[in-house]
């Protein structure tokens, strides 16, 4: 049994530079003084996979800051490992 999330530490795989990279971070998040997350959040204040995930993503990219801009798509291909395909829908069809 994998114990490290109640002990928390939580592992995300990212695909950066053509592999498969492990990015492991624990689970103290960056609070603004009003105790709500400094970057992104769930919807749901219990759930707390978006603001993890991001925090991983950050220590890849070196810091918070190194994610601004980019596109989509790259972002997609780093959690995926898969190039996006990009579908252009027609309404009058």
């Known amino acids: 049994v994998d114990h490290s999330f109640e002990m928390g530490f939580h592992t995300f795989r990212f695909f950066r530079d053509g592999k498969w990279m ?6 103290r998040l960056p609070l603004t003084a009003r105790k709500q997350f400094v ?3 769930c919807q749901d204040p219990k759930e707390m996979w978006v603001p993890l995930l991001e925090k991983a993503y950050a220590k890849i990219c070196n810091c918070y800051q ?4 980019g596109s ?3 972002g997609l291909m780093d959690l995926t ?9 027609d309404k009058d069809k």
């Open 72 to 74: 989509i798509a790259e």
């Open 81 to 89: 490992g898969e190039a996006p395909e990009t579908f252009k829908w």
């Open 39 to 41: 970057f992104a959040h």
């Open 22 to 27: 492990y990015v492991t971070i624990d689970d």
């Open 66 to 69: 190194h994610m601004e801009g």
